[in-house]
């Protein structure tokens, strides 16, 4: 059976006077797809998230989510989608089950299902024994993980998240990936991230649009969008005997997905497609498991 699309944007532009922020943008989100905007600061990210979740009005164009017009029914939308902005939003002067439970009466929720529901959410977050302490002693990764089970605290359909790890360390980005990933696979969640982290963009999203200048300049999944650029990985091979270089050098280069071959004392340096894919298997303990590589069989042929 054909997924829907949670998202559907056609021919969407953004003016600011005469900055264009988003021009004539289109694509669309299969419900349940994890879906990646990539791209440097400026490039317009936030000014379309923000014209997806009813913050912004396109200056043309059309804006579906959640099978609603965002100019036209923008308090339903709203009702159907979690937002987690760039910055952090919760309430310093509250504590993290007090934040949790403003925002689910602000949908209506009833007490009940309140109770229910934050401390489901906290437990997930990692953020159960901190929950009744004031969100002043929370740190920058503890502060996002409560947001994004905020966003969560009324159940939407789809959620946006926009830099939602900027500013954090290698290790709390890490942990708040994993939760991600936790909340899509439980409740089928679709998302949409902008970020200008490759990696994040890489380990998360099913697709990703590349966008600059306020256009998309390319559309597909992490591993064909890197499959486009030749030689995009490195392969440092150490050699036991030096004498034998000129000959690696050359068998190595007749390999079809090798680009390019360089030497630097006893380190040979191969630009390949795919590195992942060509690199020799190891198996458990240590031993191969039959899955050599082409780039270890030419090696191999001249040592």
């Not at 952090?88 to 403003?102: A, C, K, R, W």
């Not at 300049?217 to 992490?222: K, Q, W, Y």
């Not at 390949?272 to 090696?299: E, F, I, M, W």
Request: proline share 5%; aromatic share 6%; charged share 25%.
């Amino acid at each position: 059976m054909q997924k829907t699309n949670a998202i559907e944007v056609s021919n969407l532009t953004k003016k600011f006077g005469e900055i264009t922020a988003v021009n004539d943008v289109s694509f669309t989100v299969s419900s349940g797809e994890f879906f990646g905007f990539l791209g440097p600061n400026g490039a317009g990210k936030t000014t379309l998230i923000r014209i997806l979740t009813t913050l912004l009005k396109p200056s043309s164009g059309k804006a579906v989510v959640a099978g609603l017009d965002v100019t036209k029914a923008p308090d339903n939308v709203r009702q159907r989608i979690g937002v987690v902005p760039q910055a952090l939003t919760s309430d310093l002067d509250l504590t993290g089950y007090e934040n949790m439970d403003i925002y689910g009466r602000f949908y209506n929720i009833p007490q009940k299902e309140r109770k229910q529901q934050i401390p489901y959410l906290l437990e997930i977050v990692g953020l159960a024994n901190r929950s009744h302490d004031l969100v002043a002693t929370y740190s920058g990764g503890m502060r996002r993980r409560l947001e994004i089970a905020r966003a969560l605290v009324h159940t939407p359909e789809i959620l946006f998240l926009d830099e939602p790890t900027i500013g954090l360390d290698p290790q709390s980005r890490r942990v708040i990936w994993d939760f991600i990933e936790k909340f899509r696979k439980k409740d089928s969640l679709t998302i949409l991230l902008s970020t200008h982290y490759m990696e994040e963009a890489e380990s998360l999203c099913d697709r990703v649009a590349i966008i600059d200048a306020g256009k998309i300049i390319a559309l597909d999944s992490p591993d064909n969008l890197k499959a486009r650029i030749p030689g995009n990985d490195i392969i440092f091979l150490s050699l036991a005997d030096t004498s034998k270089a000129d000959a690696a050098q050359a068998a190595i280069a007749k390999i079809p997905f090798v680009h390019k071959v360089q030497m630097h004392e006893d380190i040979l340096r191969v630009y390949v497609d795919n590195g992942a894919q060509n690199l020799p298997v190891p198996a458990r303990g240590g031993q191969r498991d039959g899955r050599d590589s082409q780039l270890r069989k030419h090696t191999s042929a001249v040592a």
